[in-house]
């Protein structure tokens, strides 16, 4: 460790909880907090802070947003009928993204992992079956991560969405198996999206 | 194919050494501990990312080091192929052709080799854990999905198993993990299956060859048979499992018999028999990779001839088809197996110093 100040090793455990941080980039990104002018520290905390005060989930389809409800699911060109989920917000970001896709969106904040104590009760899962007893949703779009997780979390929701009668489908195409969304680029995702297949 | 250099830096008591073999055999001699078996173990972590000795890289560094480099280039049919590994403090980044990568998948197949050492015999005489590690390692190399099918197959058996464990375990949330793992672990059987029946023929040949008459097979003993549903027995054992707090049934519990005269060698053959036959299965996974991949891999065989005697070893290197590049260790100085004459390559190692002889 290079510091012993306490108030620095927080600073470093902070930055060390965040997704895709080591501790050498930890202590890194500390370090440099702390040897560059006061205002940028400043102005970091403050970006946090607001950020966070103004940023909440949707009502309606969880993600995050500064409106409520968010300017997708504000949008009346947008088609209703159709709800892609998604595991995170970065999901519906990149989906965003490829331009492909009209329809709406709903964010699960996570999947399906007993070892992370993630299970149904811990999703948006009840909203997403509120959403589709109240609203005329036709089809439904699995899209979440290649992994595991996602594939068990797609199978879950298609079980549990097969028994309302709504066409349920996966994205399938070029999404590498064990792959985030976040990490397949857009025309792979815009045509994943197309290519998308019922789910059985 | 073939490894053209490596520079290992800082890797065990290597600590700076430049290799650069030759497309055919090439002796490596020296002592015990002298660094000969750090070499292979260089050449196979770049390849593959895994030690054959060890599962806990920081036992790989230099004594006193946090780091090491291992920097492999070998030439294929298609092209040459550039593997960069540094691991620093924990953390290791691997490079091919200059492009990170950070998927186990993404490295495998890149540069294909086959390693054999005298422990090497545990695949006979061994448990079944042992035999499975070798399977899952030899089809990854040659057939990229099955690594996805078995990384999405463990990862749903870590995830079931977690919920086995709960206090109280829902079942439908149990449901669909077993649909995942019959899923994943139909993919598994059918590979496994075709594998070693395809390893069976090889090995039974390359076994002729260095040993002698009696016949070797090798026969796949799946845990669930592939007429059955593994999502049924999976239903069908929850409750049990829930008692024991494990998954009970799967690929996970494969095995397969290695019989020698048709009587399982692992409690019927001589210690001769036995290393002849995990030889033979390591010859066999040579012969069918190429078949699979189009070229041979690169064959490591560490200190293998003192295990055999003089008759034996002419007939392994007889076994050996002359395209293979072949990096083979032994302690023996003098050169009684007269490699020189054969136009093989002879290199020297002293105290982690490599010099050409
Ligand atoms: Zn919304």
């Known amino acids: 460790m290079l510091f012993s100040a306490p108030s620095v090793e927080r600073l470093v455990e902070a930055f060390r909880r965040l997704p895709g941080i080591g501790k050498r980039t930890a202590e890194r990104l500390a370090l440099h907090l ?66 492909a896709y009209r329809g709406r969106y709903h964010v699960l904040h996570g999947a399906l992992s007993p070892i992370e104590g993630i299970g149904p009760s811990e999703l948006r899962i009840d909203r997403l079956m509120r959403r589709l007893e109240e609203d005329a949703v036709r089809e439904v779009i699995l899209a979440t991560n290649a992994t595991a997780e996602g594939e068990v979390t797609a199978t879950y929701l298609s079980q549990k969405i097969a028994a309302l009668g709504i066409a349920v489908t996966r994205i399938a195409h070029g999404v590498p198996m064990g792959g985030g969304l976040e990490f397949a680029d857009d025309a792979t995702l815009a045509h994943a999206i197309e290519g998308r297949t019922p789910v059985r | 194919m073939y490894v053209q250099r490596v520079e290992c830096r800082l890797f065990r008591c290597l600590e700076n050494v430049i290799f650069e073999p030759e497309p055919a055999l090439n002796i490596i001699r020296g002592g015990n501990a002298q660094g000969k078996t750090s070499l292979l173990e260089a050449v196979l972590f770049a390849a593959t990312s895994k030690s054959h000795r060890t599962n806990v890289e920081s036992e790989l560094p230099q004594y006193g080091a946090d780091q090491f480099q291992l920097r492999l280039r070998a030439q294929r049919d298609t092209g040459a192929v550039d593997i960069e590994s540094r691991w620093f403090r924990g953390t290791k980044r691997i490079k091919v052709n200059g492009v990170p990568q950070t998927r186990l998948s993404d490295l495998l197949g890149r540069v294909n080799v086959v390693f054999f050492s005298p422990e090497d015999v545990d695949l006979v005489r061994g448990g079944a854990a042992q035999r499975r590690r070798f399977l899952d390692m030899a089809i990854s190399q040659v057939q990229p999905p099955y690594l996805a099918a078995l990384q999405m197959y463990r990862q749903a058996l870590r995830q079931r198993n977690e919920l086995l464990r709960a206090a109280q375990p829902d079942h439908d949330h149990i449901a669909v993990w077993d649909a995942q793992l019959a899923q994943y672990g139909a993919v598994m059987t059918a590979q496994r299956a075709a594998f070693i029946a395809a390893l069976s023929d090889h090995a039974a040949r390359a076994y002729t060859q260095i040993a002698g008459a009696e016949p070797l097979a090798l026969e796949y003993a799946p845990d669930v048979r592939m007429d059955e549903s593994l999502a049924a027995v999976l239903e069908r054992s929850r409750t049990s499992d829930i008692k024991r707090r494990v998954t009970q049934r799967g690929p996970h519990r494969d095995d397969f018999a290695v019989l020698v005269d048709a009587r399982p060698a692992r409690s019927h053959a001589s210690q001769g028999q036995q290393k002849s036959a995990a030889l033979a299965i390591k010859l066999a996974e040579l012969a069918l990779a190429r078949e699979r991949v189009g070229e041979y891999p690169v064959l490591m065989l560490d200190e293998v001839l003192a295990e055999l005697d003089a008759q034996r070893a002419r007939r392994l290197l007889d076994a050996i088809d002359p395209q293979v590049q072949c990096l083979m260790t032994t302690t023996e100085l003098e050169d009684r197996h007269g490699f020189r004459d054969a136009g093989s390559a002879l290199f020297r190692i002293e105290r982690g110093r490599l010099e050409k002889d």
């Open chain 1, 34 to 99: 702390l040897s560059a002018p006061e205002e940028e520290a400043q102005l970091l905390s403050e970006a946090v802070l607001e950020a966070r005060a103004r940023v909440r989930q949707c009502s309606v389809c969880c993600n995050l947003t500064e409106t409520d409800p968010c300017p997708v699911c504000a949008d009346d060109r947008r088609d209703a009928a159709t709800i892609c989920v998604v595991e995170r917000p970065a999901g519906a970001m990149a989906i965003e993204k490829g331009g």
